[in-house]
């Protein structure tokens, strides 16, 4: 029976691809998981794998079509099967892109959010067994793989010799995968479930990898006593209850004083394109978010001129529509700054990676009471560890530093009564 | 002809006791196993650098050799950091980092031992240049021995020094040997000082065990260098009492048989009897500066005892200014 | 920016740190009257005087041993070995004496004193005249080695060295000498110990020194044309080196080539590879590539040289070989 090909959905907010290549003609013979065609979505690229084995039956839309996910674009199956009931797919007019953050220079469209801390490890996908004896790989093809979760003695190598690449694990962690076997005292460890990388993790790995490997951080991180935050909060909140309606949380407060911080220290306002750097005019703060399948970094935008209640809200609201898989692009891209807060699940520090091409991060740990010694006594406060990690290619330690004891002189003397 | 005053007479005499008084007790605790390394003792030959810088300012340079330690407290630098530094100790004029054959004290224009055979010559040559440049009117001493003027520095140096006219004095201490050579083996002049010729500079041979003689060559050399007449060359003929180093019984090349007529010259009783008989000392005298002498020895030795190792992260430091 | 050749750099170099600090004299053979055999003293005796521009005896250890002295005393000599194949004759002022008494001494010592010399092959003088030993003095702690590439590095790294606290062992390229390069007319101090990125490029990396600069960045014109983009990095200082710019490009392009006019062995890119190896060793896609002078005194015929010292051609080779696949 023959197999149709829908447009994948890649992602939650994914509606619509891009036909960009057909790697195989009409008629053509196609194993399963091989790639078939190439599509674009208005964040990645991405290699399409055949469904199934036979011949290339017919495909159902052209190159440069766009059509929406699910929709039937090819059929695979034996010679001579009857594929009439698979009509052509409505293709829809390109979508422009949505306007990215506003930069002095012009800036190449925004990438799509990568999250805060480090992914685990895909779940392993089945593997071909790996071969007997030494296995040439460079140390570069080594690390990707193991960052990638990619078993890379089965894979084959393009270098001198058949030397295993980096390029080769890249390509084949971005067809389907086979994983490292985990290592286990006797036998291989039973794999509980397998999803090939796709969609938000995949996207995730690549943001992740990127970030890792091409963004030399520099990290730094400040013990804040939020006591007298504290107590503003509590002072306001009947007022702010009452008032404006809005119940503010440490973490809104954190992200309002973090907008202002980065518009005094515009330093860490910036980003690093092929030939230049951008100094950002719009302070938009993204706040990392976790969804069940992953990470989502939705924007307040202009955030350093919006009052605590208005934080309060779109904060709240932009993270009730990114678990709900209701966020739209917009809401995605722009960013020009992320605040990451792990507090709520008891981290005391930790250390989250750039969200590129942004340029710095900020980690947030748990806010709690500390013995902390003031004028020579010890004393309990309410502190946490807030801490920046930045490109150290154009932020520099200093101010970075500066913003990080600008923020903490904020947190910790709130003179700008948020209201 | 620069005359040897009461004082300075007894300022050599002084510094030659220090001198020899050190250097026994450096050979003492050597071989007691309380100091790493080795040293080379300069007993013997304390007229030489007593005599040389009684006419020495703290700002008037010296360069030295791997047997320093005689340079060093003529030159003024005192007990304490030079014990500390043979202790290897934080407090050493080094910090434990340079030992017997490297102290030095850029303060007291010591521009240090040197344990490269004339090695020092062409530093001292350079130290006098930047003297003249900075129109200062100070002088630049270089001890070396008979072994130094076969190295193509003691050629360089003196060649350079001479041309330039710089205000230098080069003292050869010659005590006979080289390490083990004896000296009609390693070179065929009879006098090292004949060498000056070859420089165009004057060339004086004197009485190494003779303080008065050492101090009047050297008066005479140190104030034409001073007036920028240039350099001169002393061979001053002494001899080392003790092997090359401590530990060195000297009996392979024949210095044993050659010491014994040379120990009758001792100038620390030759020099006493000297002064003795000028009435510029007397016995009770000679005591005194010998108890003062032991008790800062002592004094200094226990400093140097006490007195902490470098860190491990000391190794480290010092190697540049700025990196 | 104006143009002026590399060595007129040198001396606009001497000629402003002179001006500016009378502490700074030069010395060396035939640098008075005869302006220095490579012609990098010109004009500064007439300027200065011969106090302070002396000609010197044929007394390589002299030399040094007179700028050490004078450094000690205070000075900030500028000496000069006409080639670095005589720093041999100098060497026990230059190991033992220049690079060790600060340490020896405890600290107490100023040791504020540049040694310029001239390396290099490429005009057939032979095996005595033509060397590349920078490593010889990378090896001993208590030197700096600078080695410009280019007329606009030469003179802000001569001055830098002349400020510089430290001993400075300052190589020139004879070849370069007569190169014209962008220098700015007002005052630029190029710091000791930092690299520049001279090209960028995103597939391989190559460190490149002295006259394998411009070398490596024509072969990157004539690779670029094959789709392979090569980054150039001049350490510009051999120690204290940028290990930093060097590693991030290596962790960007997987690939590491590294290339000197000195001979292969115990090179001092040898070091570079071992820094590699261990600090960027999950970032490399290849083994490390050397391209040096063939393990060979330098020969005279030019048909001889040319073969022994690496080239353009060398570079390129070298790079497709890194690049090759199965």
């Known amino acids: 029976m023959a197999t149709p090909l829908p447009m994948p959905k890649l992602g939650l907010t994914m509606e619509e691809g891009t036909i960009l290549k057909w790697r195989k003609d009409e008629g053509e013979a196609v194993e399963k998981g091989e790639i078939i065609l190439d599509i674009q979505t208005d964040k990645v690229e991405y290699e399409v794998e055949s469904p199934d084995g036979g011949l290339l039956l017919k495909t159902l839309a052209g190159e440069g079509d766009v059509i929406p996910c699910g929709t039937d674009i090819a059929v695979i199956g034996e010679a001579g099967e009857d594929i009439s009931g698979f009509g052509s797919a409505p293709a829809k007019a390109p979508v422009a892109a949505t306007e990215p953050a506003a930069a002095d220079a012009s800036t190449p469209p925004t990438p799509p959010p990568a999250p805060a801390p480090t992914p685990a490890p895909v779940a392993p996908a089945s593997a071909q067994p790996a071969p007997e004896g030494r296995v040439f790989a460079s140390p570069a093809a080594r690390r990707v793989a193991r960052e990638l979760g990619i078993d890379y003695r089965t894979l084959k190598g393009s270098g001198p010799g058949g030397r295993i690449v980096q390029a080769d694990v890249r390509a084949a962690a971005a067809s389907g995968i086979p994983a490292a076997p985990a290592a286990t005292a006797s036998g291989p460890a039973a794999v509980a479930g397998s999803t090939p990388l796709a969609g938000m993790r995949k996207i995730i790995a690549e943001r992740m990898l990127s970030s890792w490997s091409q963004v030399p951080r520099i990290t730094m991180q400040a013990e804040v006593d939020l006591t007298n935050l504290l107590a503003v909060r509590e002072a306001s909140r009947q007022a702010w209850e009452n008032d404006l309606g809005v119940k503010v949380s440490i973490n809104d407060l954190i992200l309002f004083y973090t907008a202002r911080a980065v518009r005094r220290c515009p330093a860490v306002n910036v980003r690093l394109t092929e030939n230049a750097l951008e100094q950002m005019q719009d302070v938009n703060i993204g706040v990392a978010v976790a969804v069940e399948q992953g990470l989502m970094v939705p924007v307040i935008r202009g955030a350093d001129q919006k009052s605590i209640d208005a934080i309060s809200r779109e904060s709240r609201a932009l993270a009730e529509a990114a678990r709900a898989g209701a966020l739209g692009l917009d809401a995605l891209e722009g960013g020009t700054f992320t605040v990451s807060n792990l507090g709520a699940y008891g981290v005391d520090h930790f250390s989250a990676i750039i969200n590129h091409p942004e340029s710095a991060i900020l980690s947030v740990g748990a806010a709690r009471e500390r013995a902390v010694v003031r004028n020579g006594e010890v004393v309990a406060r309410t502190t946490a560890f807030v801490g920046i990690n930045a490109d150290h290619r154009v932020v520099d330690g200093a101010p970075a530093a500066e913003f990080l004891s600008t923020l903490k002189e904020m947190l910790e003397h709130p003179k700008v009564m948020p209201a | ?323 | 920016m104006r143009e002026i050749l590399y060595r007129e750099a040198i001396i606009e170099a001497l000629d402003e740190e002179m001006a500016r600090d009378d502490s700074v004299f030069l010395l060396g053979e035939d640098i008075a009257e005869f302006g220095g055999s490579y012609k990098t003293t010109v004009g500064l005796l007439d300027k200065y005087g011969a106090e302070r521009v002396r000609n010197t005896p044929i007394s390589e250890q002299g030399i040094i041993g007179a700028a050490l002295g004078a450094a000690l005393v205070g000075m900030r000599p500028v000496a000069e070995l006409m080639y670095i194949d005589f720093s041999a004759v100098a060497m026990d002022q230059i190991v033992n004496q220049v690079a060790k008494v600060r340490y020896m001494f405890g600290g107490k010592a100023n040791t504020s004193l540049v040694i310029r010399t001239q390396g290099g092959a490429g005009r057939s003088s032979a095996a005595q005249h033509a060397q590349s030993l920078e490593a010889w003095f990378v090896h001993v702690p208590g030197l700096k080695v600078v080695m410009p590439s280019s007329a606009r590095d030469a003179k802000g790294l001569l001055k830098a060295s002349i400020r510089d606290d430290d001993p400075v062992f300052f190589i020139e390229h004879k070849l370069l000498y007569l190169e014209k390069g962008a220098v700015p007319e007002e005052e630029e101090i190029i710091p000791i110990g930092v690299a520049e990125v001279k090209r960028e490029g995103g597939d391989l990396t190559i460190v490149a020194t002295s006259s394998m600069v411009g070398k490596s960045l024509a072969a990157a014109e004539e690779l670029e044309k094959e789709g392979v983009s090569c980054e150039i990095i001049d350490p510009r200082t051999l120690f204290p080196l940028d290990t930093e710019t060097i590693l991030a490009s290596i962790r960007k392009t997987g690939r590491l080539l590294i290339t000197h006019e000195a001979v292969q062995r115990c090179g001092w890119g040898a070091e570079i590879a071992a820094l590699a190896a261990k600090d960027a060793f999950d970032y490399l896609d290849a083994p490390i590539e050397r391209v040096c002078a063939k393990e060979t005194p330098v020969p005279f015929s030019p048909k001889l040289e040319s073969y022994v010292i690496p080239g353009k051609d060398d570079v390129i080779a070298g790079v497709r070989g890194m690049l090759e696949t199965v």
């Open chain 2, 1 to 323: 002809m620069i005359r040897l005053t009461k004082a300075k007479a007894l300022w050599i005499y002084e510094t030659m006791v220090r001198i020899r008084r050190f250097e026994e007790r450096s050979i003492e605790l050597f071989q007691a196993g309380e100091l790493p390394g080795f040293l080379h003792a300069y007993i013997g030959e304390e007229a030489v650098a007593a005599g040389v810088c009684a006419h020495l300012t703290p700002k008037d340079q010296i360069t030295s050799t791997h047997r320093g330690h005689g340079h060093m407290i003529a030159k003024g630098l005192h007990y304490k950091g030079m014990f500390a530094e043979l202790y290897a100790r934080a407090t050493g004029y080094c910090k434990g980092k340079g030992g017997s054959m490297h102290i030095a004290d850029q303060d007291l224009g010591a521009l240090g031992a040197n344990g490269i055979v004339g090695g020092g010559i062409p530093i001292a040559a350079g130290a006098a240049l930047g003297l003249k440049l900075k129109g200062e009117n100070h002088v630049v001493v270089s001890f070396f021995g008979d072994g130094a003027s076969n190295e193509g520095a003691f050629h360089e140096g003196i060649n350079i020094a001479a041309t330039w006219k710089l205000p230098a004095v080069f003292v050869c201490e010659n005590n006979g040997f080289a390490e083990s050579t004896p000296r009609a083996t390693h070179q065929a002049v009879q006098d090292i000082a004949d060498r000056a010729k070859a420089y165009g500079i004057p060339g004086i041979v004197v009485d190494g065990m003779d303080p008065q003689a050492v101090f009047e060559a050297a008066g005479e050399a140190i104030a034409h260098a001073r007036k920028g007449r240039g350099p001169t060359l002393i061979e001053a003929k002494t001899m080392r009492f003790l092997g090359h180093y401590v530990g060195d019984p000297g009996t392979a090349y024949g210095h044993d048989k050659e010491v014994g007529k040379w120990l009758k010259r001792d100038p620390l009783i030759t020099f006493a009897e000297t002064l003795e008989k000028k009435k510029w000392l007397s016995k009770k005298s000679i005591d005194a500066i010998h108890e003062k002498v032991n008790k800062e020895m002592e004094e200094a030795i226990e400093f140097a005892r006490k007195s902490p190792e470098p860190e491990l992260d000391d190794a480290m430091t010092d190697i540049y200014a700025t990196v």
